[in-house]
């Protein structure tokens, strides 16, 4: 088994996914059984081989040097912006205190 | 008067164009529809006023005599993972619930340029992640078919199910998908339909949800492969907004189309040949080859020796980027917040986030941040990029000896809901056919073939170079037209 519960405990810690101590040991072997399905990728030999990271050979672009050049991703769109958002105050997304 | 839920895109629109009927006719008849399949569970809301309004501006547009779009008359399902301005986009799950986009994504808004309308957004996998339409917080998706001699409610396959079931249905004449390992190919062959994911970059992801960045791709579900060629057309095209957005121009696929395959070649990678594999599953390769033969291919034996490597490297990559994709989901900016009282800002997010995720999605986030988490990245992560660059580089060896790949696309026929629902490992070999192409970003499509001895459909897929959706379109078609494959679902839902 390549994980336990106190490892899943840690990567859900990472995760900020708040875990039931039921809901840890369920995942535990579900994650184990997974990882050590995967663990197959060891045997392929990759010697030499550079990791894919894009499929399709692009370089990435540079926009025009100008405000707004896409209106739709431009600035000035605040009210757009907070119109989802759970707490929304003062023109900012409202937050619990962090500093004490 | 002609049923209109039985026409796909091309006889609606030639059929608007014509004026055999208005636009506002076939939107009326398409809601209705949709508003009695409701035991279906495909959509997870109903936009009827977005179609009829859709059509009343192409009927103003024919009658003033102005050009008509390809779509032009054509109300559509959009799966729940495009933006949609002004209506509710949740990608199935609880943590986006009530999410109202302010803008339209660039795939629907082409549509809709294109004279289309919106019959409702559509049920999917909770984050497109899933195989069987059974992790959405909207709960499951029936297909519409059944195994002969049986009630059990069957798998639309996944993550694309509600745009498969409709489309099958005839509650919606065709619909958008995204596959990022297969998740438009799949439930395509699990109901009986087409649909084509495109080589990566031709349509655009922005105001897609991310899952897998690398991999997600959009592409139509149709009841033809003419219905998918026009209605890729519409969908593709560069866009300045996303970044790994292909700048090339779109052919006219539809215009293109050609079923004649002399001078083709044709591969049969010996590798999807896998034990386990359905009798069914075999006999409709078989099929398939002696159709292309027909048609005027030449079929050879060809070898993708990583074939075997490549869903665990998908099962590290794909879970990699969501981890990362998914970390957007804080309760701060938009979506679900759960703050229990005199909470911090940490114990807020972790809080909205066990709230509002669901269990698949909880464990690839887990499994992506494991193997990206120090001391393991190389192992698995750095590994898997390698292996998926072996993975590609079979299919360019590949195609220096063949035009297009046929293999099945599927290895079984769909299956009972709640079959398979307990083990993820089982449910991750669904896609063991599809994910090969998707790790290399090249074009694929499903296509029906036959039905199984259940009366289930099976589908073949093709695969082709990269831009030559051209190539797989054709053969698609030169399949579709000996196959035959007409067969409905008995309306057992309305």
């Known amino acids: 088994m390549s994980v336990d519960k106190a490892t899943v405990t840690k990567i859900a810690s990472l995760a900020r996914i708040r875990m039931s101590d039921g809901e840890l040991e369920r995942m535990a072997p579900e994650l184990s059984q997974i990882l050590d399905w995967v663990e197959q990728l060891g045997e392929v030999d990759t010697a030499g081989v550079e990791p894919m990271t894009a499929v399709i ?22 009210e757009d912006i907070l119109a989802n958002a759970p707490a929304a105050e003062h023109g900012f997304f409202g937050v619990p205190k962090v500093i004490e | 008067m002609t049923d209109l839920t039985q026409l796909g895109i091309k006889p609606l629109r030639d059929g608007v164009a014509a004026g055999e009927f208005t636009a506002r006719e076939v939107a009326e008849a398409f809601n209705a529809a949709v508003a009695d399949a409701s035991a279906l569970n495909a959509f997870i809301v109903t936009t009827p006023d977005h179609a009829l309004d859709a059509a009343s501006k192409v009927d103003a547009d024919r009658a003033a005599g102005k050009a008509l779009g390809p779509m032009a008359g054509v109300p559509i399902g959009m799966k729940d993972l495009f933006c949609t301005q002004g209506v509710q ?4 799950s609880h943590i986006l619930e009530g999410f109202v986009p302010r803008y339209e994504s660039t795939v629907s808004q082409k549509l809709w340029d294109a004279g289309a309308g919106m019959l409702g957004k559509l049920n999917l996998d909770q984050f497109a992640m899933g195989s069987s339409n059974e992790t959405s917080h909207f709960g ?35 619909a958008t998908g995204t596959d990022t390992g297969g998740s438009i190919r799949q439930p395509a062959a699990f109901t009986g339909i087409c649909g084509i994911k495109p080589t990566y970059g031709r349509c655009s992801r922005w105001g897609v949800v991310a ?55 044709i591969g049969i990678p010996r590798e999807y040949r896998m034990e386990g594999t359905d009798a ?81 999605v909880k464990r690839r986030i887990l499994i992506g941040t494991y193997v990206l988490s120090a001391g393991f990245y190389d192992a698995y992560y750095t590994q898997a990029q390698k292996v998926r660059a072996l993975v590609a580089r079979d299919f360019e060896q590949a195609f220096a000896q063949c035009d297009l790949i046929l293999a099945p696309t599927t290895p079984t026929a769909s299956f009972p809901l709640g079959e398979n629902s307990e083990d993820p490992l089982a449910m991750y070999l669904n896609d063991v056919f599809a994910v090969p192409a998707s790790l290399a970003g090249l074009p694929a499509m499903s296509v029906p073939a036959m039905q199984n001895e259940g009366g289930l459909p099976l589908g073949l897929q093709l695969v082709g170079r990269p831009f030559d959706e051209q190539g797989v379109l054709n053969a698609g078609l030169a399949i579709e037209q000996r196959a035959g494959f007409s067969a409905q679902p008995d309306k057992w839902w309305c």
């Not at chain 2, 798998?155 to 509650?171: D, E, F, H």
């Not at chain 2, 519409?234 to 006219?252: C, E, Q, R, Y």
């Not at chain 2, 291919?297 to 998914?326: G, W």
């Open chain 2, 140 to 174: 499951n998706v029936s297909s519409p078919w059944r195994r002969t001699g049986t009630n059990a409610p069957m798998s639309p396959g996944g993550s694309s199910g509600g745009s498969s079931a409709a489309v099958a249905a005839r509650i919606a004449p065709a």
């Open chain 1, 57 to 78: 050979p692009n370089s990435l672009r540079l926009r025009a040097d100008v405000v707004d050049a896409d209106p739709l991703t431009g600035g000035g769109r605040r």
């Open chain 2, 280 to 360: 069914a599953i075999l006999d409709s390769w078989e099929r398939g080859k002696q159709w292309l033969r027909d048609a005027g291919a030449t079929i050879v034996d060809i070898s993708l020796p990583h074939t075997k490597y490549a869903l665990p490297a998908y099962y590290i990559i794909a879970p990699a980027e969501a981890s990362s994709n998914l970390a957007r989901y804080d309760g701060v900016r938009y979506g679900l917040r759960d703050l229990p009282d005199g909470a911090g800002l940490q114990d807020m997010y972790a809080e909205t986030r066990e709230a509002g995720f669901g269990d698949e």
């Open chain 2, 89 to 92: 986009t949740t990608a199935a």
């Open chain 2, 211 to 265: 899952f897998a960045s690398s991999l997600d791709q959009a592409g139509p579900m149709a009841r033809s492969v003419e219905d998918c060629a026009i209605m890729l057309g519409a969908m593709a095209g560069f866009d300045p907004k996303d970044a790994t957005s292909l700048k090339m121009d779109v052919p006219d696929w539809a215009a293109g189309l050609d079923g004649n395959l002399a001078g083709k070649t």
